[in-house]
């Protein structure tokens, strides 16, 4: 008999766990220990070894357990789980999204580095950008949806730092707005500036579209990071984030993870893998219900427009790189209310079943004031620039019934 390739979907119930090793459970119990016992001084001595690299391990050999900071049975079997989706050779898990992502950006820069960042960027990335890395001497570029390859290699060439590019950091599709990155001509750029002795990385925030809808390293993108408290999480009720790529890099984000000490924990580790076995199910509810919302609101009197993937034009340059990059229009939708803030908190304040929450991508449908909340440590100029305005409101699109969600959003409007 041939042995079946399953799909990620089919393996979030039982890939890399053992059942013998724990008792029989059928479920992967919480290893909720700080350290773990070796069966002999050797034993201590050969994992410590592979640990910290004082050797290479063996083929037949397994990364021994020895503390909760360095491995741990949830954490690991969660990261490799992760691996599935994204055909990724390495992952890490993380206590949050930001500490993902600040860990990559600590690890590949240097002071004198440039950086090359997507604008809009989540607000707690774009703030360790903007106020964190130039304390250590690091130049960044933003670049947009609207800036094209030549562009953005004429912006790195004319900067000071134009023989430092080391890390092209995008956000895609952008938190709040919706905007499109297109990650292979970023690939491209990377290559383009690429030397003997420098070879600039692109990394990857999918956590609008993945894992399910989006595979960026397939792209060409080197690393692909998530804030894990969204999709991955799925019910608001774990703060997580993930990195994945090749095994060299990972090498070195999961070196520093170990001395930062910002690895998740066992409790975290268990409860994604809780969140994996639904993955699949809720993001494609989630995306069925978004497209129900926005084809609604589109034509709704108080609706000046509408930012949903899937009302991109066909032909249009984006719709081109949507095509390329992503196999739905996801469960995000921004709109613009005619009006302004006093518009855009009336519909807020009226809502029933939505909550008045940040964060996304969670089971409950929520909804936001991106100028005011998420992004409010955004200059008003560089908002405005980006089409985030006082006018803008965000919906992360739950599992409800979408009928009752539109019932919902209805009321709300009928009250502006
Ligand atoms: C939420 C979010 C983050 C930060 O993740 P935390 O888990 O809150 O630390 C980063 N990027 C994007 C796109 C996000 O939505």
Redesign the pocket.
Known sequence: MHKKKFKPETLMMSYGYKPELSEGAVKCPIFQTSTFAFKTAEEGKAFFEVAYGIREKNPEEEMGLIYSRLNNPDLEILENRLTLWDEAEECAVFE????A?TTVLLEFLRPGDLLVYSKPL?G??DHFIKHILPEFGIHTIGIHADHTKAEIIEKIETSEANDRLKLIFV?TPA?PTNAIIDITMCHKIAEHFSTEDNTPLLAV?N??MGPLWSHPLKLGADLVLY????YIGGHSDV???ACLGSKALMARIKGLRTFLGNMAGPWTGWLLMRSLETLKPRMEKQAENARMVADFLRDHPKVESVFYLGHLRPGSQQYKVYQNQYSSAGAMISFDIKGGEKEAFTFLNKLQLFHLAV??GSTESLAQHPYTMTHADVSSEEKNALGLTEKLARLSIGVEDGDDLIWDITQALEQV
Do not use: F, H, P, R
């Open positions: 949050s999204g930001m500490s992502i989540y707690g990335s956000e938190n925030d956590t609008y804030s894990a408290t969204k703060i997580a984030g964060s996304l």
